[in-house]
Each structure stands twice: as structure tokens, then as C-alpha cells.
């Protein structure tokens, strides 16, 4: 219990500090947002809008930079993020909530099947070390992961987009027709995804397969594994509940991060393949110094993260019952 | 048109759900039967559906397709007026008031008729939020009240003219009853927009817009293309694969090697870049060696204008004069005697001799310098444009061949346009919005109640020109409609422009502009050009797509 209270303790002081460094940082950025917005249209406004656009977006209000960070705080509690600067007037919540759904399917679904097959191949690899998976498998992935993701998505456009045609090569979903809750537009989803997720899958898998495999490496020359096999149990039953569950630990945190990010989208895969998500929303928020949007994108992507590393915390604790102790 | 769209050996587990559902996609040819027609505008993110004409940004995706204004009137051909919710307008009291006489018989989209009583309600709703007012008419305007039952009475603070083309073509004219209970017009979202144009909002999502026909519009027959889609693109390269593709009949594009990127690719496909401004250098007129006017003449002789457009922008941006004045497109305002004096004359060896005569001397080096200073610039351009910073590499090194050293730097967007604002460069290159004449550019570059003090943002004049003489030439334009006046100013201006050099111009700014003619007739051209073409021009893209027509 104490274990529990201390690690809520760390979690509501480690958002606290973001949501300050998230309210501090935007405002040390030179220019704003009524700048930003004159030079995305020019060539396209009149000057003279400069005026307009700075009455709108409530620039040089004089208000104290105290006074409004107290404003913040209190709009953050009661989620109130405001208007989107970028999309005005749109609403920065009605903003992120049409992006997240598509940073979670594909980038969510993406992480975890990474991780899931990273793992399994990793724990099999290290099971038959120098066998020809553990030969083939770890540097292959390696190399694939240090590929940067836009150079293997604009291959895999050009490849199996252009050249076979066997996937759309941009979108979420065919952008002309109108979104509706049918197999066919549900399909229409799953075709556009393909080609960006396995872009993700494939850069990411080789981390895990190399994390878990050396983890597992270790893992079986421990005493209990020999002891089950001496004992002869079925090698099926050691590979999985003795050592991988064992090598599995120190994994967790990294994946329960990568989960956190899943928030934070892919702006590389999301630019490439012009899909909608957070992650070029983010960039592009930055970029247009749109102040509400950015704020509530890193709380979003902070409060995930840290929720995502309290729950592997516990996860941990649960599963390991040395941490408890020690800690 | 349609993508492939066929499920691969990579998703045999999807491969069941998929397969089914793609053969279950209905056919996108809309209930008219007709192939929509879509429109290819990247902008760099996904659409906000929120449509209010009155934002800088949102407009282009309402004004002149849902809402329309008073005239159009066209850049691409000197002004020329045409009649669209105003049937007339005449200019009285020595040019202070501005009366139009509304159209009748025209409907808002939901059934409601259009009134005169709509044109004032509009005009007052900017004059109440001054945060809508993008082009600030409320700065010259004193009042704008209804007359009759289908006149409308603009009353200006001083002699306006040239505020016609703001009054007329730019501010989109609202529904007052449904804008008079929106509670905040300003942050309100418009979900759904009600205007009188040829077409209404039939669908958004961030991914695309869809716009269908307006069955009742005021002009019997039009618009013949029934369905338009705008799909939103992250990157230039996905809307660029889009209209190579074929995806597109209609895009707004910059394309590299656009001849064999795109016009090869399909019989019908073409492209046209009219010019309608300047990307200039704007010398730092305030401070460093810029407020020197013999350098400032010097750059201008020495760069190479036609070799930066060959080797920056693939020749698709035509080479600009010293006068300040767009060519073909406003030609028939370019002033034969400023020409004389410079024009954009390339004449390396005068460059030098200007420098040597204000005492600037040739280092070992190959660099001039004076009293011990080198001639060391810097000149700052948005490095997200990539065509801009090569063509400061090509300036760069056109000008180290006189003498001049120029250092290229390729900031962030934001930071640069703020840099431009605040006056915090060297040399900055950059582009005015301009109009319908030469004279709106002019008056960006060079009227000084544009400008502001070094640090503080300045809308235009953002060399920070200043001239009594000039203020007075820019007034008196605003006060008088006969052309052989303006002209007169026009050609004393471009005189300024060539002696003074306040700015440089280097390149033409083009509307970008891609077509199939195959799929489409009615396009404007170089012959007939009845419109600016580009997706982002309004409200002349929504004047573009009424004059479409389907080939088959």
C-alpha cells in the first residue's frame, strides 16, 4: 500500500512539473500566433489582416503571465483546453478527438504487435541460440531498424503502391467518400492501413527482438531452468513460463513507454503516407505556435506516458516480488 | 479515377473482411451520375471544418463557391468588374460614397431571400468584431446603411477608390438571419454554412470537403459540375502523386519538372502560372549597409534575374523589373521611361562601378568594403520553401561576382515571417499579397503608415520605406477613378522604384495552376484569362469551377 501511495505521489508531481514546462516553453518562443498565420496565407491575405488576427487570437491582452498560468492550470483540471489557433475556431478538444482514433489503431496496433511478435521471436531465438533463426533473424532486423521510417514508407509506396498496386498509397481512408460505420468503409480503413502499419512493424520489431533475446540468454542459464530441465519437463513449458516470463521484466517499462508515445502519433509515417493522426498535428501546432492545441497535446502525451509507466510499476511489482521489497 | 484498391498477400488475415468490403464500396460517381470533379490543394494539414468566410485561413473553402460578394473583379484583367450579388455600384460625393444596387431574386441556400438588408447587416457585423475584418474597410469606412429596398450607401472617411476591390471582391457577404444569433461570430464554428453561392457544404471531415450544386442558384444553369471534393494533403509530394495519378482534373500545385512529372503522364494534362506579384529582396532601409542606396542598386544590377528563374524555379517564375510591375499581367501600366532608367537590366560592370563611385573599395579578397568594412550581408528566406532558398543560393553567388558577400539563411517559417515583420534582417526575401493593379503592391511596399518602428511588427512596408512625397502620390490615387491619373501616379511611382530601389524585385509570384482539358473544358488560359486560377485565390476559385464543364 505504501508502494502504491508513493509511485500516485511521484505521478501527480511529475505531471505537475510538465504541465508547467508545457505552459513556460510555448511562451518562449519567438513571434505568434497572428505572425505565424500571416506568413502560412502569404501571398493569399491582405495585409492589413494583421490586426483582425491578432484581435481574434487575443494577442497583447496584457494579461500577467502569473495570472494566466493560473488560468491554465485551473482549464487543465477541468479539461477545458480551448480554441484551436491552427483550426480556429475550432475547438482544441473536437480537434485531437477527430486525430486520436486514427494515432491509436494504427500506431497502438502497430506497438503491440510489435512487441508481441519482437518477444516471441527474440525468446525463440535465444531458446535455439546459433540456431538459423537467432543467425538470421536479429541482424536482419537490426539493419531494417536502422532504416528511417520515411525511407522504407516512400519505398513500400512506390513498390506496393505504384509499381503492384496493391495498396492506396495516401489517406486514411479513400478520402472521397463520406465516412459512415459500414464493412466497406471498415475495409476501406484496413486496406489504407496496411502499408503505413507494417512500415511501423518492422522498424520497431528489431528492438524487441534483440532486448528479449539477450534477456533470455541469461534468463536460461539460470539454476531454476536447469533444474526444470532436469526435472524434464517439456522444453515448450520452460521456454515460455519459466524463462520468458522471467525475461519478460525488464521489458515491460520500455513497452509500457512506447505505449505512452502511441499518443504522440508518427509524424514521419503520418507525413508519408498523408494519414490523418496526432503526430503532424503536433508539428504542426508547433509550427503555427498554436499555444492551446500544443498544450493539450503534451498533457495528453505526458499524462499517457506516466500512466503508462505507473500501470508497468505495478504490473511489475505484480509480477515480481523482489521489487516490492526493495523498494 | 478511382485508386486500386485491392487487398495483398501482407494481410491474409485481413484478407476475408477486406477483400469483401472493398467489392462492397459503393461506385463514387454521385446520384447525378456524374464523376466528381476533385480538386488538388495541399496545404500542408488536414481541413478544420469550421467555416467561416471571415478567417484568413478557412475562407478558401467557402468564399466564392458558398458565399459570394458584391462584384468580382479580376486581377488577370486590369480590374475588370463583374456584376454578382451587386448589379451596379456608383461612386459619388468626390468619391467618399459608394452606392451598389443589390440583385434581386436571389435565395440563401435555405430558402430565405437575399435582401440589401443582408449586405449592411454584413458590413456592420466586421465594423462590431474588428477580428473579422481581415482587410480593414472599417479603417476608411464611417458608415454603410441600406437605402430603399435594394441599395446599399457606403460613406468613406477620405476618397477611397482603390478600397472597391476590398469592399467588392473580398469581403464575403453573410446571412443576417442566422449570423445574428450565432453568439460569438468570432469563435463560433460555422458547421453549416448558408450562402447564396453556386454550390453548398455537402460533407466534411479533416480528410476531405465535398461541396454539392446549389439546385436554386441565381445563375439558371450553372454550376454544371455537381459535386466538388478537396482533399486534404500533409505534403506536397502526396498531392503532387494525386494529380500524376490522375486522381485530380484540378490542382494548385508546385510541381517540380512538372513537364515530365505531370504533363507527360496523361493526354489533356497542362499547367499555366500566371504572374500576380513580386518576390522581392526588401533591404533593410534603417540600418547596415542596406540604407545605402547605391548598394541597394548595385544587387540590383548584379543578380541575374532569368538565370535565378531557370535554376530556382524551374523558369515557372518569370524574371521581375526594378519597376515594381507585374508583367504580361499588368502590362499595359509599365512606365516605358522607368524602364529606360533600369528595367531589369543585368549589367554586372555597372553594379561594380556604382559601389566604386559611392567609395566602396575591392579587397584581395574579391569583396568590396568601406572605411575598413566588408560588404557582408546576410539574407533571410522561409526554409521551408525550398525553391526560395535555392534561389538565394543562385543571388548568393551572382552578387560574390560584384564584389558582394551574401550569406543565405533559411529559417522557420514562424521565425522568419516574424523576423520580416519585426524588421530584424539584413535582407529578407519575401512576397507582398498585391491586387487587382500594381498599385495595391505598391502601397504594401511603400506607404508608411504601413510600416512600424524596427522591433514592432509591420504589416507591409516591411523595409521600413518612408517618403511624404510618395504618401501624397498613394493618397491622391485613392481619390480619383480616372485612368490617365492613375497612370500618371503609376508611372511616378515606378520612376521611385527604379531611382530609389525601396525594394528589389527579382521574381514574378505565380498562381499555381494544373488542368486536364481532356476531362474538362471551360479553364482559364493565357487568352482567357477570366479568373485567377489557384484553389486559394477567393473568390475566384468559386468563379473557376462555374465556367467547368465535363467532356463526356
Same mark, same amino acid.
Given at each position: 500500500?505504501?508502494?502504491?501511495?508513493?509511485?500516485?505521489?511521484?505521478?501527480?508531481?511529475?505531471?505537475?512539473?510538465?504541465?508547467?514546462?508545457?505552459?513556460?516553453?510555448?511562451?518562449?518562443?519567438?513571434?505568434?500566433?497572428?505572425?505565424?498565420?500571416?506568413?502560412?496565407?502569404?501571398?493569399?491575405?491582405?495585409?492589413?489582416?494583421?490586426?483582425?488576427?491578432?484581435?481574434?487570437?487575443?494577442?497583447?491582452?496584457?494579461?500577467?503571465?502569473?495570472?494566466?498560468?493560473?488560468?491554465?492550470?485551473?482549464?487543465?483540471?477541468?479539461?477545458?483546453?480551448?480554441?484551436?489557433?491552427?483550426?480556429?475556431?475550432?475547438?482544441?478538444?473536437?480537434?485531437?478527438?477527430?486525430?486520436?482514433?486514427?494515432?491509436?489503431?494504427?500506431?497502438?496496433?502497430?506497438?503491440?504487435?510489435?512487441?508481441?511478435?519482437?518477444?516471441?521471436?527474440?525468446?525463440?531465438?535465444?531458446?535455439?541460440?546459433?540456431?538459423?533463426?537467432?543467425?538470421?533473424?536479429?541482424?536482419?532486423?537490426?539493419?531494417?531498424?536502422?532504416?528511417?521510417?520515411?525511407?522504407?514508407?516512400?519505398?513500400?509506396?512506390?513498390?506496393?503502391?505504384?509499381?503492384?498496386?496493391?495498396?492506396?498509397?495516401?489517406?486514411?481512408?479513400?478520402?472521397?467518400?463520406?465516412?459512415?460505420?459500414?464493412?466497406?468503409?471498415?475495409?476501406?480503413?484496413?486496406?489504407?492501413?496496411?502499408?503505413?502499419?507494417?512500415?511501423?512493424?518492422?522498424?520497431?520489431?528489431?528492438?524487441?527482438?534483440?532486448?528479449?533475446?539477450?534477456?533470455?540468454?541469461?534468463?536460461?542459464?539460470?539454476?531454476?531452468?536447469?533444474?526444470?530441465?532436469?526435472?524434464?519437463?517439456?522444453?515448450?513449458?520452460?521456454?515460455?513460463?519459466?524463462?520468458?516470463?522471467?525475461?519478460?521484466?525488464?521489458?515491460?517499462?520500455?513497452?509500457?513507454?512506447?505505449?505512452?508515445?502511441?499518443?504522440?502519433?508518427?509524424?514521419?509515417?503520418?507525413?508519408?503516407?498523408?494519414?490523418?493522426?496526432?503526430?503532424?498535428?503536433?508539428?504542426?501546432?508547433?509550427?503555427?505556435?498554436?499555444?492551446?492545441?500544443?498544450?493539450?497535446?503534451?498533457?495528453?502525451?505526458?499524462?499517457?506516458?506516466?500512466?503508462?509507466?505507473?500501470?508497468?510499476?505495478?504490473?511489475?511489482?505484480?509480477?515480481?516480488?523482489?521489487?516490492?521489497?526493495?523498494? | 479515377?478511382?485508386?486500386?484498391?485491392?487487398?495483398?498477400?501482407?494481410?491474409?488475415?485481413?484478407?476475408?473482411?477486406?477483400?469483401?468490403?472493398?467489392?462492397?464500396?459503393?461506385?463514387?460517381?454521385?446520384?447525378?451520375?456524374?464523376?466528381?470533379?476533385?480538386?488538388?490543394?495541399?496545404?500542408?494539414?488536414?481541413?478544420?471544418?469550421?467555416?467561416?468566410?471571415?478567417?484568413?485561413?478557412?475562407?478558401?473553402?467557402?468564399?466564392?463557391?458558398?458565399?459570394?460578394?458584391?462584384?468580382?473583379?479580376?486581377?488577370?484583367?486590369?480590374?475588370?468588374?463583374?456584376?454578382?450579388?451587386?448589379?451596379?455600384?456608383?461612386?459619388?460625393?468626390?468619391?467618399?460614397?459608394?452606392?451598389?444596387?443589390?440583385?434581386?431574386?436571389?435565395?440563401?441556400?435555405?430558402?430565405?431571400?437575399?435582401?440589401?438588408?443582408?449586405?449592411?447587416?454584413?458590413?456592420?457585423?466586421?465594423?462590431?468584431?474588428?477580428?473579422?475584418?481581415?482587410?480593414?474597410?472599417?479603417?476608411?469606412?464611417?458608415?454603410?446603411?441600406?437605402?430603399?429596398?435594394?441599395?446599399?450607401?457606403?460613406?468613406?472617411?477620405?476618397?477611397?477608390?482603390?478600397?472597391?476591390?476590398?469592399?467588392?471582391?473580398?469581403?464575403?457577404?453573410?446571412?443576417?438571419?442566422?449570423?445574428?444569433?450565432?453568439?460569438?461570430?468570432?469563435?463560433?464554428?460555422?458547421?453549416?454554412?448558408?450562402?447564396?453561392?453556386?454550390?453548398?457544404?455537402?460533407?466534411?471531415?479533416?480528410?476531405?470537403?465535398?461541396?454539392?450544386?446549389?439546385?436554386?442558384?441565381?445563375?439558371?444553369?450553372?454550376?454544371?459540375?455537381?459535386?466538388?471534393?478537396?482533399?486534404?494533403?500533409?505534403?506536397?509530394?502526396?498531392?503532387n502523386?494525386?494529380l500524376a495519378q490522375g486522381?485530380?482534373?484540378?490542382g494548385?500545385q508546385?510541381i517540380p519538372n512538372i513537364k515530365s512529372y505531370f504533363v507527360a503522364k496523361k493526354?489533356?494534362n497542362g499547367y499555366?502560372?500566371?504572374?500576380?506579384?513580386?518576390?522581392?529582396?526588401?533591404?533593410?532601409?534603417?540600418?547596415?549597409?542596406?540604407?545605402?542606396?547605391?548598394?541597394?542598386?548595385?544587387?540590383?544590377?548584379?543578380?541575374?534575374?532569368?538565370?535565378?528563374?531557370?535554376?530556382?524555379?524551374?523558369?515557372?517564375?518569370?524574371?521581375?523589373?526594378?519597376? %515594381?510591375?507585374? +508583367? $504580361?499581367?499588368?502590362?499595359?501600366?509599365? =512606365? /516605358?521611361? *522607368?524602364?529606360?532608367?533600369?528595367? #531589369?537590366? &543585368?549589367?554586372?560592370?555597372?553594379?561594380?562601378?556604382?559601389?566604386?563611385?559611392?567609395?566602396?573599395?575591392?579587397?584581395?579578397?574579391?569583396?568590396?568594403?568601406?572605411?575598413?568594412?566588408?560588404?557582408?550581408?546576410?539574407?533571410?528566406?522561409?526554409?521551408?520553401?525550398?525553391?526560395?532558398?535555392?534561389?538565394?543560393?543562385?543571388?548568393?553567388?551572382?552578387?560574390?561576382?560584384?564584389?558582394?558577400?551574401?550569406?543565405?539563411?533559411?529559417?522557420?517559417?514562424?521565425?522568419?515571417?516574424?523576423?520580416?515583420?519585426?524588421?530584424?534582417?539584413?535582407?529578407?526575401?519575401?512576397?507582398?499579397?498585391?491586387?487587382?493593379?500594381?498599385?495595391?503592391?505598391?502601397?504594401?511596399?511603400?506607404?508608411?503608415?504601413?510600416?512600424?518602428?524596427? %522591433?514592432?511588427? +509591420? $504589416?507591409?512596408?516591411?523595409?521600413?520605406? =518612408? /517618403?511624404? *512625397?510618395?504618401?501624397?502620390?498613394? #493618397?491622391? &490615387?485613392?481619390?480619383?477613378?480616372?485612368?490617365?491619373?492613375?497612370?500618371?501616379?503609376?508611372?511616378?511611382?515606378?520612376?521611385?522604384?527604379?531611382?530609389?530601389?525601396?525594394?528589389?524585385?527579382?521574381?514574378?509570384?505565380?498562381?499555381?495552376?494544373q488542368?486536364n482539358?481532356?476531362?474538362?473544358?471551360?479553364?482559364?488560359?493565357?487568352?482567357?484569362?477570366?479568373?485567377?486560377?489557384?484553389?486559394?485565390?477567393?473568390?475566384?476559385?468559386?468563379?473557376?469551377?462555374?465556367?467547368?464543364?465535363?467532356?463526356?
Amino acid at each position: 500500500m505504501r508502494f502504491l501511495a508513493r509511485r500516485l505521489g511521484f505521478l501527480l508531481i511529475a505531471l505537475w512539473a510538465a504541465m508547467t514546462v508545457n505552459f513556460l516553453i510555448p511562451r518562449l518562443m519567438p513571434g505568434n500566433p497572428a505572425e505565424a498565420m500571416m506568413g502560412r496565407l502569404r501571398g493569399h491575405i491582405n495585409p492589413a489582416s494583421l490586426k483582425a488576427l491578432e484581435v481574434a487570437f487575443g494577442i497583447n491582452t496584457h494579461q500577467s503571465l502569473i495570472s494566466s498560468y493560473f488560468q491554465y492550470l485551473n482549464n487543465c483540471v477541468h479539461l477545458n483546453f480551448g480554441i484551436s489557433l491552427l483550426d480556429f475556431p475550432e475547438p482544441v478538444s473536437h480537434v485531437i478527438s477527430q486525430a486520436l482514433p486514427w494515432s491509436l489503431g494504427l500506431v497502438g496496433v502497430s506497438t503491440i504487435l510489435g512487441f508481441l511478435i519482437g518477444t516471441m521471436l527474440g525468446a525463440v531465438a535465444a531458446w535455439r541460440r546459433g540456431g538459423a533463426l537467432d543467425s538470421v533473424l536479429p541482424p536482419v532486423f537490426i539493419v531494417i531498424s536502422a532504416f528511417p521510417y520515411f525511407f522504407l514508407g516512400l519505398l513500400f509506396i512506390w513498390f506496393f503502391g505504384l509499381t503492384l498496386g496493391w495498396f492506396p498509397i495516401l489517406g486514411g481512408y479513400t478520402e472521397t467518400v463520406t465516412p459512415s460505420l459500414t464493412f466497406g468503409f471498415i475495409g476501406n480503413i484496413l486496406d489504407h492501413s496496411i502499408l503505413p502499419a507494417f512500415t511501423i512493424l518492422i522498424t520497431s520489431i528489431g528492438g524487441w527482438i534483440l532486448t528479449m533475446r539477450n534477456n533470455m540468454i541469461t534468463v536460461v542459464a539460470e539454476d531454476y531452468v536447469k533444474m526444470g530441465r532436469a526435472k524434464g519437463l517439456k522444453p515448450r513449458r520452460i521456454l515460455w513460463q519459466y524463462a520468458g516470463r522471467n525475461a519478460l521484466l525488464p521489458n515491460l517499462t520500455g513497452f509500457a513507454m512506447s505505449l505512452g508515445f502511441v499518443i504522440s502519433g508518427a509524424i514521419l509515417v503520418e507525413y508519408v503516407f498523408n494519414y490523418p493522426g496526432l503526430g503532424f498535428l503536433l508539428l504542426q501546432a508547433v509550427e503555427n505556435e498554436d499555444y492551446p492545441l500544443m498544450q493539450a497535446l503534451f498533457l495528453l502525451i505526458t499524462v499517457a506516458v506516466l500512466v503508462a509507466i505507473f500501470i508497468a510499476d505495478i504490473a511489475t511489482a505484480l509480477l515480481d516480488p523482489r521489487t516490492r521489497t526493495t523498494s | 479515377m478511382r485508386r486500386k484498391s485491392r487487398v495483398g498477400l501482407l494481410a491474409s488475415t485481413l484478407a476475408l473482411v477486406a477483400s469483401t468490403c472493398v467489392m462492397g464500396m459503393p461506385a463514387i460517381a454521385g446520384a447525378s451520375g456524374q464523376v466528381p470533379l476533385n480538386l488538388d490543394n495541399e496545404q500542408g494539414e488536414l481541413w478544420p471544418c469550421a467555416f467561416t468566410p471571415f478567417n484568413g485561413f478557412d475562407a478558401m473553402f467557402s468564399v466564392g463557391t458558398i458565399y459570394e460578394t458584391l462584384d468580382f473583379v479580376n486581377a488577370l484583367q486590369n480590374s475588370k468588374v463583374t456584376p454578382w450579388l451587386a448589379t451596379s455600384y456608383a461612386w459619388s460625393n468626390s468619391n467618399k460614397t459608394l452606392t451598389f444596387t443589390i440583385r434581386s431574386g436571389v435565395k440563401w441556400t435555405d430558402g430565405t431571400p437575399f435582401s440589401a438588408a443582408d449586405v449592411a447587416y454584413t458590413f456592420n457585423l466586421l465594423k462590431k468584431y474588428p477580428a473579422l475584418d481581415l482587410n480593414a474597410v472599417w479603417s476608411v469606412l464611417s458608415s454603410v446603411k441600406q437605402s430603399g429596398a435594394n441599395k446599399v450607401v457606403f460613406n468613406f472617411s477620405t476618397s477611397a477608390v482603390p478600397y472597391f476591390y476590398y469592399v467588392a471582391d473580398q469581403v464575403p457577404i453573410v446571412p443576417q438571419h442566422i449570423w445574428s444569433k450565432i453568439k460569438n461570430p468570432v469563435t463560433d464554428p460555422i458547421a453549416k454554412p448558408v450562402g447564396t453561392g453556386g454550390y453548398e457544404l455537402s460533407s466534411c471531415t479533416p480528410q476531405n470537403i465535398k461541396w454539392t450544386a446549389n439546385p436554386h442558384y441565381w445563375q439558371a444553369g450553372l454550376p454544371v459540375v455537381k459535386t466538388l471534393n478537396m482533399p486534404a494533403f500533409l505534403s506536397n509530394n502526396s498531392a503532387n502523386e494525386y494529380l500524376a495519378q490522375g486522381f485530380s482534373a484540378y490542382g494548385a500545385q508546385f510541381i517540380p519538372n512538372i513537364k515530365s512529372y505531370f504533363v507527360a503522364k496523361k493526354a489533356g494534362n497542362g499547367y499555366w502560372f500566371p504572374p500576380v506579384a513580386n518576390v522581392s529582396l526588401f533591404p533593410n532601409l534603417k540600418s547596415g549597409p542596406t540604407a545605402d542606396v547605391a548598394v541597394r542598386e548595385a544587387i540590383s544590377y548584379g543578380i541575374n534575374r532569368a538565370a535565378i528563374s531557370q535554376k530556382g524555379e524551374y523558369g515557372y517564375e518569370p524574371p521581375a523589373s526594378q519597376t %515594381g510591375v507585374v +508583367a $504580361p499581367t499588368f502590362k499595359t501600366w509599365s =512606365s /516605358s521611361s *522607368a524602364m529606360a532608367l533600369a528595367g #531589369n537590366s &543585368y549589367n554586372p560592370a555597372k553594379a561594380k562601378s556604382v559601389l566604386v563611385a559611392d567609395g566602396y573599395k575591392m579587397g584581395s579578397d574579391g569583396f568590396f568594403s568601406k572605411n575598413g568594412k566588408e560588404l557582408d550581408l546576410t539574407v533571410v528566406t522561409n526554409g521551408g520553401y525550398s525553391d526560395w532558398v535555392a534561389s538565394m543560393q543562385v543571388v548568393s553567388q551572382e552578387l560574390a561576382k560584384v564584389g558582394i558577400k551574401v550569406t543565405v539563411n533559411g529559417a522557420a517559417a514562424s521565425n522568419f515571417t516574424t523576423d520580416v515583420l519585426n524588421g530584424n534582417f539584413q535582407l529578407a526575401y519575401d512576397v507582398e499579397t498585391g491586387g487587382p493593379s500594381p498599385f495595391y503592391e505598391m502601397r504594401q511596399w511603400l506607404y508608411s503608415k504601413n510600416s512600424a518602428a524596427i %522591433g514592432k511588427p +509591420a $504589416p507591409s512596408n516591411w523595409e521600413r520605406f =518612408s /517618403s511624404p *512625397a510618395v504618401d501624397a502620390l498613394l #493618397n491622391q &490615387y485613392g481619390s480619383t477613378t480616372s485612368a490617365t491619373a492613375q497612370h500618371t501616379i503609376i508611372n511616378k511611382l515606378q520612376t521611385i522604384m527604379v531611382q530609389q530601389l525601396p525594394v528589389i524585385p527579382v521574381l514574378e509570384e505565380v498562381d499555381w495552376f494544373q488542368y486536364n482539358s481532356n476531362e474538362y473544358s471551360g479553364f482559364p488560359s493565357a487568352t482567357n484569362p477570366y479568373a485567377q486560377p489557384g484553389l486559394y485565390n477567393v473568390p475566384d476559385w468559386g468563379v473557376v469551377v462555374l465556367h467547368l464543364k465535363p467532356k463526356k
